[in-house]
């Protein structure tokens, strides 16, 4: 570890192997907590390389735990989170919206670190219990359209720098990663990123795969459809400014979409949302992002087009369903 330190002193980079022999140690234990807390803040005050990210990412796929599911079927919806903005759970609640629309949704998520309440923070608030059984997650997806994949119940290297992710409290390349290593291996992503730089990044590296996508960016900082400003989207078909008031809204206050700093206040949120008790500006940025997931699905349909369907899904209690067949399941 002292000459990888080194390395990054010196304002290295590391390949493609280097960067999946050190995720692939760290998994193992190799290293202690001290190292690998001085690895994970030196190694965040530089940019991500591309080469790297994706060796990172093929350590983590290659050690998960596998999840056979009909992966070509699967969409994920899923942000890299560190962008700071406190917001409640945007996409955990669109990814209910979608599989209330009866599209397949396989839930990649983790406890909040740089925030205060990630997607298993709620989920498991709301009575979810976490499985890694296959047979419970396929029965999951057959009757409530989704499954909640919690990320260290797959990942053995999320366990290992968890309490040290905790203590650091900041955004790590572990926030980076979440959306690329889902274990299910979605044919089908929607991906919202922190920073333009690594929507960049993502793109690139998802333009190699033979992935379904629509990375997301919204363009002050927040790593999903925020309606507080325009936002950047890199997909198959290039990248794209997308401007709120084309879309036919008008800029939300970022304080509209605020509510993530606790747990149970996001719970209600969350629930206020499905049972269709929330305020226009919660309900219509929930819609916005998962219109943008129907889309990713449905690429030759109009943005107007997806919003409707996600709508349908909410105000006919349809994503409530999904929600609560999910829990009971």
């Not at 730089?197 to 927040?222: D, F, P």
């Not at 936002?231 to 400014?241: M, P, R």
Request: with cysteine.
């Amino acid at each position: 570890m002292k000459q990888i330190l080194n390395h990054l002193f010196e304002h290295k980079t590391f390949s493609k192997a280097e960067s999946k022999n050190i995720l692939t140690n760290i998994a193992q234990g190799k290293y202690n907590n001290s190292q690998m807390a001085a690895f994970m803040t030196a190694y965040c005050m530089r940019n991500i390389t591309v080469d790297e990210l994706e060796g990172f990412r093929d350590a983590m796929l290659e050690l998960c735990l596998p999840v056979e599911l009909p992966s070509d079927e699967l969409i994920d919806l899923c942000g890299t989170g560190g962008d700071g903005k406190d917001t409640f759970n945007i996409s955990t609640l669109a990814s209910f919206v979608v599989a209330g629309a009866g599209y397949k949704v396989a839930k990649h998520g983790n406890y909040g670190v740089s925030s205060g309440c990630g997607s298993s923070n709620v989920m498991e608030y709301l009575g979810y219990k976490f499985t890694a059984e296959i047979g419970t997650l396929k029965k999951n997806l057959d009757e409530a359209n989704i499954c909640f994949l919690h990320a260290p119940l797959f990942h053995p290297a999320m366990k290992t720098v968890a309490p040290i992710r905790r203590e650091l409290g900041v955004k790590t390349f572990f926030n980076m990663l979440g959306p690329l290593v889902n274990p299910a291996r979605p044919k089908n992503q929607i991906v919202g990123v922190f920073s333009l730089e690594l929507a960049r990044v993502y793109a690139y590296l998802y333009q190699k795969s033979a992935k379904n996508y629509t990375i997301l960016h919204a363009l002050e900082g927040y790593d999903e459809v925020s309606l507080t400003c325009d936002f950047k989207t890199f997909s198959k078909s290039g990248e794209k400014i997308n401007s709120i008031t084309d879309l036919g809204f008008e800029k939300l206050n970022p304080k509209e979409i605020a509510g993530g700093s606790t747990v149970p206040e996001s719970a209600d949120i969350f629930i206020s949302v499905l049972v269709g008790e929330a305020t226009t500006a919660q309900t219509n940025v929930v819609l916005c992002n998962a219109a943008l997931a129907i889309q990713t699905l449905q690429p030759n349909k109009s943005f107007g087009d997806c919003f409707y369907e996600a709508e349908d899904s909410l105000l006919s209690k349809k994503a409530l369903i999904s929600f609560k067949t999910l829990i009971e399941g």
